[in-house]
């Protein structure tokens, strides 16, 4: 934890450098004037003008960390399924050759099932994470931010990933922000929004976002309101998700002429789909449609 600090703090500083620069090299005048209270303290936004002089940034897979860390402590310390050692070796052989011990893994409680103790080491770690921003003071009295959001990197960071320890094989996406893993949400919406609840939703004071696709055949306007009322009920942030059906979407990577003006939401923003990245369809065709 004293690491992660540290390179969070190291990461703050880079900001308040740029800031620095900022201040004289890129004022930004016309940006400065629509921010509170530049104009009134005579100052752009890297000059002290800024009431709120706020940045951050975000670390990615943050649900990934907690289900992992749940899987090494029930397999290593609390069931013995295993040994340290055994898991390392697993890891480093993608599973091959440990196919009984990647079963269990798989097979254990994850964030994103309503279970009370995988729940709470996930909210332990997403509070720890949001506190390394909070308690960081930026150059003119203001605060980092925890800013938890996936975007478009889910593919990118899972090309640099080995296995992991819940089971996961080497290359297999990411967690978008704080939405449980698509694998993960095994006993349906209402669990996973009830698992996404407990998460310290007021320390996120960047945002949060969360990804949920629905099957198109069981989103009705009725369903998806009433998901989204108990996501509000229970004070998450920013909602997300698609409805359109897999077919459609797997079509459209066949034919993409026939498909031009597809829009998806991808993450924190929406675009045509037959102009991303395969890697982003894949990851979008890939995730989890909710039918219940």
Same mark, same amino acid.
């Given at each position: 934890? %004293?690491?992660?600090?540290?390179?969070?703090?190291?990461?703050?500083?880079?900001?308040?450098?740029?800031?620095?620069?900022?201040?004289? %090299?890129?004022?930004?005048?016309?940006?400065?004037?629509?921010?509170?209270?530049?104009?009134?303290?005579?100052?752009?936004?890297?000059?002290?003008?800024?009431?709120?002089?706020?940045?951050?940034?975000?670390?990615?897979?943050?649900?990934?960390?907690?289900?992992?860390?749940?899987?090494?402590?029930?397999?290593?310390?609390?069931?013995?399924?295993?040994?340290?050692?055994?898991?390392?070796?697993?890891?480093?052989?993608?599973?091959?050759?440990?196919?009984?011990?990647?079963?269990?893994?798989?097979?254990?409680?994850?964030?994103?099932?309503?279970?009370?103790?995988?729940?709470?080491?996930?909210?332990?770690?997403?509070?720890?994470?949001?506190? &390394?921003?909070?308690?960081?003071?930026?150059?003119?009295?203001?605060?980092?931010?925890?800013?938890?959001?996936?975007?478009?990197?889910?593919?990118?960071?899972?090309?640099?990933?080995?296995?992991?320890?819940?089971?996961?094989?080497?290359? &297999?996406?990411?967690?978008?922000?704080?939405?449980?893993?698509?694998?993960?949400?095994?006993?349906?919406?209402?669990?996973?929004?009830?698992?996404?609840?407990?998460?310290?939703?007021?320390?996120? %004071?960047?945002?949060?976002?969360?990804?949920?696709?629905?099957?198109?055949?069981?989103?009705?306007?009725?369903?998806?309101? %009433?998901?989204?009322?108990?996501?509000?009920?229970?004070?998450?942030?920013?909602?997300?998700?698609?409805?359109?059906?897999?077919?459609?979407?797997?079509?459209?990577?066949?034919?993409?002429?026939?498909?031009?003006?597809?829009?998806?939401?991808?993450?924190?923003?929406?675009?045509?789909?037959?102009?991303?990245?395969?890697?982003?369809?894949?990851?979008?065709?890939?995730?989890?449609?909710?039918?219940?």
């Amino acid at each position: 934890m %004293a690491e992660a600090r540290r390179l969070t703090h190291i990461y703050l500083r880079e900001q308040d450098i740029g800031s620095e620069v900022a201040e004289k %090299a890129r004022p930004s005048y016309l940006l400065s004037s629509m921010i509170d209270d530049c104009l009134a303290r005579g100052r752009n936004m890297h000059a002290g003008g800024a009431i709120y002089h706020d940045y951050g940034g975000g670390h990615l897979g943050m649900p990934d960390v907690a289900d992992g860390l749940y899987a090494i402590n029930q397999a290593v310390f609390e069931e013995k399924f295993c040994t340290a050692e055994e898991l390392i070796a697993a890891l480093k052989a993608d599973y091959k050759g440990y196919e009984a011990l990647q079963a269990y893994l798989r097979a254990l409680p994850k964030y994103g099932t309503n279970h009370e103790e995988v729940d709470a080491l996930a909210a332990r770690i997403m509070e720890d994470f949001s506190n &390394m921003y909070l308690e960081y003071e930026t150059r003119w009295g203001g605060r980092g931010k925890p800013i938890i959001l996936t975007f478009v990197y889910s593919p990118q960071a899972a090309a640099k990933l080995g296995a992991r320890p819940d089971g996961r094989n080497a290359g &297999m996406g990411i967690a978008h922000g704080v939405t449980p893993q698509s694998g993960s949400m095994t006993d349906g919406i209402t669990s996973a929004i009830h698992s996404c609840g407990k998460m310290p939703h007021r320390k996120f %004071a960047g945002g949060a976002s969360t990804m949920w696709d629905f099957d198109s055949a069981w989103a009705t306007e009725e369903i998806i309101a %009433a998901v989204i009322k108990t996501f509000i009920d229970k004070d998450c942030q920013i909602f997300q998700g698609n409805t359109t059906p897999l077919s459609e979407l797997l079509d459209a990577r066949v034919h993409p002429e026939e498909h031009k003006n597809l829009i998806v939401r991808v993450g924190g923003y929406s675009a045509r789909f037959v102009t991303l990245s395969p890697e982003l369809q894949e990851e979008i065709i890939t995730r989890i449609r909710h039918a219940g």
